[in-house]
């Protein structure tokens, strides 16, 4: 059998180490805040904006993340406060994995698809993935653990329902809302926050502002979490996965699964990896962005529709307003009604009858008929 790749190393012993990198983070986190010159600033100093005078909190908001830092303006405190009232309002709990992509940085997607080409899961439990993926090589570690954990209420009621089967159960999983992390430092730093106030968090929650690296709270995931997203929506090798814990769940009175990767099959799946032609990332961008085109030609066209209907109210407004002058005004005397033949003819006889000279009787006719135009 082949070997499995450096960066990878022997599967044995990847729980262990996934578990002390994630002791390790959480004890260097306790330390950071308990220090006394700690720059935590915590979701207590976010929302009084009062903190201990000894404590300088700096940021870089404004300029670049790796830019110069400056102390922390009423101002700027403001802004955070914003910006994590819009993001709690715009989660629900959870993230499906295709908003993992579409939301992400164009810059944290360039990288998954140039960088991260290679992931396997080590570990299937309970409704938890336990992923593995190569480093960018930029960093000491050679690789990365990317947790992703489906909604326990979901899980428990597909492993308990009898009318799904495990692959039925598998498909809608994968297109449910997960929550998960990396134990990167672009999650540690930039993200973790995020995710926590989010509500898609796994593991280790992060109250902690990411003041310098993150203030404008800007992106969703990792490029080892946006790769493992979209193998998740994807890749044979990961539904088989989840079938395969889904039967063990389905065959269990608690619903509960365990797996481990397999050198055969994570060769298997690396080899395949490895020969891929076309990215799926690419095509999820293409389909996210697809989707907000034409979410924003809707807006347009709503937009113009408003304007029409609008200009209509307006119009018939004013149409309605010049009736009402027009109505105002008092109608003109009719003019009177030309005689019929017969009405002139009696009218003539009338005058015929008065006694008058012919000179005057023929003066009166004539100015009757002239009347009436004849
Ligand atoms: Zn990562």
Same mark, same amino acid.
């Not at 403001?78 to 579409?102: D, H, M, N, T, W």
């Given at each position: ?278 990215? $799926?990332?690419? &095509?999820?961008?293409? *389909? =996210?962005?697809?989707? /907000?085109?034409?979410?924003? #030609?809707?807006? %347009?066209? @709503?937009?113009? $529709?408003?304007? &029409?209907?609008?200009? *209509? =109210?307006?119009?018939? /407004?004013?149409?309605?307003? #010049?009736?009402? %002058?027009? @109505? ?8 009177? *009604? ?37």
């Amino acid at each position: 059998m082949a070997e499995l790749p450096e960066w990878l190393g022997d599967l044995k012993g990847k729980i262990a180490e996934a578990n002390r990198l994630s002791d390790t983070d959480t004890a260097r986190r306790i330390a950071a805040e308990k220090a006394t010159n700690s720059v935590i600033m915590s979701t207590d100093d976010l929302q009084t904006g009062q903190w201990d005078a000894t404590k300088i909190l700096k940021t870089t908001i404004g300029g670049s993340e790796w830019g110069e830092k400056r102390e922390i303006t009423p101002a700027d405190l403001a802004r955070f406060k914003k910006r994590v009232a819009e993001l709690q309002k715009a989660y629900v709990g959870g993230i499906l994995p295709e908003q993992v992509i579409s939301l992400s940085r164009t810059i944290d997607i360039q990288r998954a698809k140039a960088e991260i080409k290679s992931s396997i899961i080590q570990q299937a439990l309970n409704g938890k993935l336990r992923f593995i993926t190569n480093s960018s090589g930029k960093s000491p570690e050679k690789r990365h653990f990317v947790n992703v954990e489906f909604n326990k209420q979901l899980y428990n009621s597909l492993a308990g329902g009898g009318n799904t089967t495990a692959h039925q159960a598998a498909l809608r999983l994968r297109k449910s809302r997960v929550l998960f992390e990396c134990d990167c430092g672009r999650h540690t730093y930039w993200y973790r926050y995020i995710a926590t106030i989010g509500q898609y968090n796994c593991g280790r929650a992060e109250n902690g502002f990411p003041k310098v690296r993150n203030p404008e709270l800007r992106g969703v995931a990792c490029k080892h979490v946006i790769r493992v997203m979209s193998e998740i929506m994807h890749s044979g090798y990961v539904l088989a996965t989840i079938t395969n814990m889904m039967t063990k769940a389905k065959s269990h009175a608690l619903n509960q699964a365990q797996l481990r990767g397999k050198k055969v099959d994570v060769l298997k799946e690396l080899e395949k990896q490895a020969n891929r032609k076309t990215d $799926k990332i690419d &095509a999820q961008v293409s *389909k =996210a962005q697809a989707k /907000k085109n034409k979410q924003e #030609l809707n807006k %347009e066209i @709503a937009r113009l $529709k408003a304007i &029409a209907e609008k200009a *209509k =109210a307006k119009q018939a /407004k004013q149409a309605a307003k #010049l009736e009402a %002058e027009k @109505a105002k005004i008092p109608p003109t005397k009719k003019a009177k *009604k030309p005689m019929s033949a017969q009405q002139l003819e009696r009218e003539i006889n009338h005058i015929k009858r008065l006694g008058l000279t012919s000179d005057q009787e023929a003066a009166m006719i004539a100015i009757l008929r002239q009347s009436q135009g004849r």
